[in-house]
């Protein structure tokens, strides 16, 4: 069995959705994991804002413009009679429950429902597609089996019993449609995978069922060397490792969640990353397989805020950064990039809702100074300790960049520097230039 997500734009328009029959219809096994239509999520999030500060006529008006959009949707998707009079009534039940909020309470579990509705939408109307054209297909309610608990992590147990249970209500199925995204709570409750979660649905899945492979289909061929939004003449990359991946991933690839990589590599599942524009193309390979010391990537994060620390208590003692980083763990404030001297430390966070307590907490022992907009740049490949060169190589390529902070070692997949985000484009051209 192979696990297939299909992001936004892949189930965007009804044009969009009849190509993607084709892609899938080749008879293999395989559950399809569905994203919300592109466009809906963010819909959606306005029209429960609107609900949560009690503008209902807005929040009203809001529902019928995303339901005017799905009536031309419905009209372009299907062919028939009987398939346009189901995708009306699927419209009206949806949309109906939307409706219902400006009438009645409104709390965060129901803003939970409400986001909900983009991905079950998208997966009944494809579903529904599918009929129409007779290939037969399986809905697989996401909410029957995904699941986080009290942490907000997966619950990989429960996924991994009530998928198999989901699936074996099916056996002869070859077909299945699945919600990304949208899961419960530990509550029972209607709940989410954060913003882009479906790659992280896929993955998910996949490792519960020990699936063969986990396709996750964008519009884009795959993982580049570089932001292609910043830098001219990016290149996919044939093969990366989980490593190489996770780290591109979190410091800023956008293609893939953050996230998604650890469920697949824990049970060594490959992960393809592919374009449904292009579905010729080869993309990226996400395995095991280490292919050799090599830079493969750099990609950047923005939004960065550097926190200098200074002490003299901090020469020759020890003690110091467990009393420092408590401070960070108390407000579940993760720390990206850390560097020290004798005397001070430095180190980068991009969540910033606790930043003045921080502050004010570390001010009781130390100096303190913070820097804002800046960007991490980060190199990924394999450095192994034995290999000389890869620092000379990425210094000398930014030879004409200021650099606030260095962090090399960490891991051997990973050299991140921080820069001034205005330097950002500079330095990811003068990267390119300098490796690749
Ligand atoms: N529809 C959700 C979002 O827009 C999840 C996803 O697309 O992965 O964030
Ligand atoms: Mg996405």
């Known amino acids: 069995m192979k696990i297939l997500k299909f992001g936004g734009t892949s189930v965007g328009s009804a044009e969009r959705m009849h190509a993607l029959a084709k892609l899938i219809d080749d008879k293999s096994p395989k559950i399809i994991v569905l994203s919300a239509m592109s466009g809906t999520t963010n819909n959606l999030v306005e029209i429960a804002a609107a609900l949560y500060l009690k503008e209902n006529e807005?929040?009203?008006?809001?529902?019928?413009?995303?339901?005017?959009?799905?009536?031309?949707?419905?009209?372009?998707?299907?062919k028939t009679e009987a398939g346009l009079n189901k995708g009306k009534g699927l419209l009206e039940s949806h949309f109906g429950y939307l409706h219902s909020f400006t009438i009645d309470l409104f709390t965060i579990n129901e803003e939970r429902a409400i986001l909900a509705q983009g991905e079950l939408l998208s997966t009944a109307l494809f579903h529904y597609y599918l009929e129409e054209i007779n290939i037969n297909s399986t809905l697989l309610p996401a909410l029957n089996f995904m699941r986080i608990d009290e942490n907000e992590e997966p619950d990989m147990n429960y996924i991994e019993r009530n998928s198999k249970q989901e699936l074996g209500k099916?056996?002869?199925?070859?077909?299945?449609?699945?919600?990304?995204?949208?899961?419960?709570?530990?509550?029972?409750?209607?709940?989410?995978?954060?913003?882009?979660?479906?790659d992280y649905t896929a993955t998910l899945?996949?490792?519960?069922?020990?699936?063969?492979?986990?396709?996750?289909?964008?519009?884009?061929?795959?993982?580049?060397?570089?932001?292609?939004?910043?830098?001219e003449k990016t290149q996919a990359?044939?093969?990366?490792?989980?490593?190489?991946?996770?780290?591109?991933?979190?410091?800023?690839?956008?293609?893939?969640?953050?996230?998604?990589?650890?469920?697949?590599?824990?049970?060594?599942?490959?992960?393809?990353?592919?374009?449904?524009?292009?579905?010729?193309?080869?993309?990226?390979?996400?395995?095991?397989?280490?292919?050799?010391?090599?830079?493969?990537?750099?990609?950047?994060?923005?939004d960065i805020t550097a926190i200098n620390i200074k002490s003299g208590r901090m020469l020759l003692a020890y003690g110091f950064l467990r009393a420092v980083f408590e401070i960070f763990e108390r407000y579940k404030t993760p720390i990206d990039m850390i560097t020290t001297?004798?005397?001070?430390?430095?180190?980068?966070?991009?969540?910033?809702?606790?930043?003045?307590?921080?502050?004010?907490?570390?001010e009781e022992f130390c100096k303190v100074e913070i820097e804002t907009n800046l960007t991490i740049v980060c190199i990924v490949g394999s450095f192994t300790a034995e290999k000389q060169g890869y620092a000379f190589r990425i210094f000398d390529a930014l030879k004409n960049?200021?650099?606030?902070?260095?962090?090399?070692?960490?891991?051997?997949?990973?050299?991140?520097i921080l820069v001034d985000s205005k330097l950002k484009k500079d330095t990811l051209i003068a990267l390119n230039k300098g490796l690749f």
């Not at 697949?264 to 095991?288: D, E």
């Not at 001297?341 to 570390?362: G, R």
């Not at 200021?402 to 997949?413: E, T």
Request: hydrophobic share 40%.
């Open 237 to 302: 990359i044939a093969e990366l490792s989980f490593d190489e991946a996770a780290e591109l991933a979190y410091f800023g690839a956008k293609i893939l969640h953050p996230t998604c990589i650890l469920p697949a590599q824990n049970k060594n599942i490959p992960v393809r990353l592919l374009n449904t524009m292009q579905p010729q193309a080869k993309g990226t390979v996400i395995s095991s397989r280490t292919t050799g010391d090599n830079i493969k990537a750099v990609a950047a994060k923005d």
């Open 401 to 416: 960049i200021p650099i606030r902070m260095i962090s090399y070692g960490g891991s051997k997949n990973n050299v991140s």
């Open 170 to 198: 099916n056996p002869s199925a070859d077909l299945y449609i699945t919600q990304g995204y949208i899961c419960r709570n530990a509550f029972g409750e209607i709940d989410n995978l954060k913003r882009g979660g479906s």
């Open 341 to 362: 001297s004798e005397v001070a430390v430095s180190l980068t966070i991009d969540n910033t809702k606790n930043l003045e307590a921080i502050k004010s907490e570390l």
């Open 205 to 231: 899945i996949g490792a519960a069922i020990q699936a063969e492979e986990i396709q996750i289909w964008t519009d884009i061929d795959g993982m580049h060397n570089n932001d292609p939004r910043v830098v």
């Open 58 to 78: 807005k929040a009203s008006s809001l529902i019928k413009e995303l339901k005017t959009k799905y009536e031309t949707v419905i009209k372009q998707l299907y």
